[in-house]
């Protein structure tokens, strides 16, 4: 290939990811998650779990057809071949999340009637969204997510207080949601190349509708039980998020970084931290 050539291709090339999204079978059984205060002995924070993983199957299916809408626009073969693994990701995200969803319900939770009530706002909005509004939904989500994936593994000790398979499902999704954190990013950037609105709509999504939906969650699922929470255990959940090593103060500014004139999910580069992790992790995985 010449040197013209080669520019070419480059002009061409509108993946900017720096590691393979690779496609792995895992097999956890979920059955060490055996009391509904399954974490730290508090109630609040083991309801918030439960509502993240309550929220990912019907999620992660909307985010793969949000990012499919746009398949046969995206002319670059290396994205297009990362559209495929990204989906092929989020599928088997989803279902892990459903057999971990099942075990929450035995334990007394009821994740399907969450499911339900998304399940409704979503064809709502899919009645009403455009496929770019609802691609820059999920552009938004992939950075939430892929910017709490990097909480996990670099705070992983706080994960210590979780059931094993729990702990190692959830390290498993954070390596996999960082090495597609920009696939969406890519196709929006490629097909509808909007910044500015896709700026206003993660400003939005990541300050607002998310944590609002949350903390609605988590007192919904918590009403489920008669389990009794005290203002200590409400307290223990306020240091988990915003004390030292804390869930949203310790990656704050990586929320923030998408806000950055000319940002690309990579500008964070976190490749040696799932290098490490894929090692850790690697007797879990099947690769397929
Ligand atoms: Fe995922
Ligand atoms: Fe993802």
């Known amino acids: 290939m010449n040197a013209k050539t080669n520019l070419a291709v480059q002009a061409e ?3 900017k990811s720096r590691l393979p999204i690779v496609r792995r079978i895992v097999r956890f059984d979920y059955s060490d998650i055996d009391t509904p205060v399954f974490y730290s002995d508090n109630p609040v924070i083991s309801a918030l ?22 398949e046969d626009q995206v002319t670059d073969p290396k994205l297009k071949e990362e559209v495929a693994d990204f989906a ?21 939770f009821n994740t399907a009637s969450i499911e339900d009530i998304m399940k409704e706002k979503l064809s709502e909005r899919i ?3 455009s496929d770019k509004k609802r691609l820059m939904r999920t552009v938004s989500a ?19 207080d979780a059931p094993e398979s729990l702990r190692n499902a ?15 990013f890519d196709v929006y950037q490629t097909c509808e190349g909007d910044m500015g609105k896709l700026k206003r709509h993660y400003a939005f999504f990541c300050f607002l509708e998310f944590p609002f939906q949350m903390a609605l969650i988590t007192r919904f699922l918590l009403k489920q039980h008669d389990t009794k929470v005290t203002w200590s255990h409400r307290w223990g959940m306020v240091k988990h998020l ?19 004139r000319g940002f690309h999910p990579w500008q964070h580069d976190d490749s040696a931290l799932i290098d490490e992790w894929k090692t850790k992790l690697s007797p879990y995985f099947q690769n397929v």
């Open 142 to 160: 992939e950075h939430v997510t892929a910017t709490f994936a990097h909480y996990a593994l670099k705070q992983s000790h706080v994960l210590d």
């Open 88 to 108: 092929a990701q989020e599928a088997h995200h989803s279902l892990q999340h459903k057999k971990m969803n099942k075990q929450f319900d035995e334990l007394g």
């Open 242 to 260: 915003f004390g030292k090593s804390g869930m949203v103060s310790s990656v704050f500014s990586i929320y923030l970084m998408f806000l950055r």
């Open 13 to 15: 090339q509108k993946s």
């Open 127 to 129: 009645e009403k969204w």
């Open 49 to 70: 779990w439960v509502g993240l993983s309550a929220t990912f199957p019907l999620g992660e299916a909307e985010f793969i057809k949000s990012v499919k809408n746009y």
């Open 170 to 184: 959830l390290l498993w999704h954070a390596i996999e949601e960082i090495e597609h954190k920009s696939v969406a």
